[in-house]
């Protein structure tokens, strides 16, 4: 079985930076797209930002250019790098991949969530 592990969440004063990880466990035999969502309490689920294989990347408008999306293929993870954070920035952070298991079966994963906060 699959599984994504977020770490890196935690509470930042405004204008702060903050780094979140992702990683993936588990029997794979290749990841594609690797992606960042957010939700906000009350809100729908929102993508934040894509990396493919290749490494291409894209923003949402509210995060671009202070935000950054990378990825270790090798080890199986995604990073998103926060700069300039804003109280607007609170949210509930997901990674999301789409894993293809050994044996080329297909998964859509999200990881558990963890929780950030920009608060002074």
């Known amino acids: 079985q699959v599984q994504l592990v977020e770490s890196g969440g935690g509470l930042v004063q405004p204008g702060g930076s903050l780094g979140l990880s992702c990683a993936a466990s588990g029997s794979i035999y290749s990841i594609t797209t690797m992606a960042w969502y957010r939700q906000a309490p009350g809100e729908q689920r929102e993508l934040v930002a894509t990396i493919s294989s290749g490494g291409s990347t894209q923003y949402a408008e509210p995060v671009k250019g202070r935000f950054t999306i990378s990825r270790d293929s090798a080890k199986n993870a995604v990073y998103l790098q926060m700069n300039s954070l804003k109280p607007e920035d609170t949210a509930v952070y997901y990674c999301?991949?789409?894993?293809?298991?050994?044996?080329?079966?297909?998964?859509?994963?999200w990881g558990q969530g963890t929780q950030v906060t920009v608060s002074s």
């Open positions: 999301n991949m789409v894993v293809f298991r050994i044996g080329l079966l297909r998964n859509n994963l």
